[in-house]
């Protein structure tokens, strides 16, 4: 008399075989509407990043050069997270912009870092301490 049921054997390699189509078929899909930019993320979608994770972005790097268009996006960043800051907050803010020259293409920006310096009510601001600063602040 024939078993009814199939052996453990052939049962694995069918749950297998059913298993690796699912997996196939999601790559398919995926792939294919990732090419469409039908997907809400990855690099085929537009950025949707904040003002402060590009601003943070640019304060990780050590030496970034950017064209115009680039600088006036990053001013436009900076702008509009020191309209969020309070006082103690947008001084500090103020300080870490002059000093490592987000508002003006990377150079130290020393009259706005003093500025800055001394609201803060720091014992040093003159232009030696700033380049240490500067110095220090690099990632």
Do not use: H, I
């Not at 078929?25 to 990043?49: D, F, I, K, Q």
């Not at 904040?50 to 702008?79: F, K, M, Y």
């Amino acid at each position: 008399m024939a078993e009814a049921n199939p052996p453990a054997k052939l049962r694995r390699l069918r749950y297998a075989s059913a298993l690796g189509l699912t997996y196939v078929a999601a790559l398919g899909l995926g792939y294919v509407l990732g090419a469409r930019g039908l997907l809400p993320y990855g690099p085929l979608r537009a950025s949707t990043s904040t003002p402060l994770a590009r601003v943070g972005l640019a304060l990780q790097r050590e030496n970034w050069s950017a064209d115009a268009a680039t600088s006036a996006a990053l001013r436009q960043d900076v702008e509009t997270l020191r309209a969020g800051f309070s006082s103690p907050e947008r001084e500090v803010f103020e300080l870490v912009v002059a000093v490592r020259g987000l508002s003006n293409g990377g150079n130290l920006d020393v009259p706005t870092a003093q500025q800055s310096c001394r609201a803060l009510k720091w014992p040093r601001c003159d232009e030696q301490a700033l380049a240490v600063l500067r110095k220090r602040s690099r990632p």
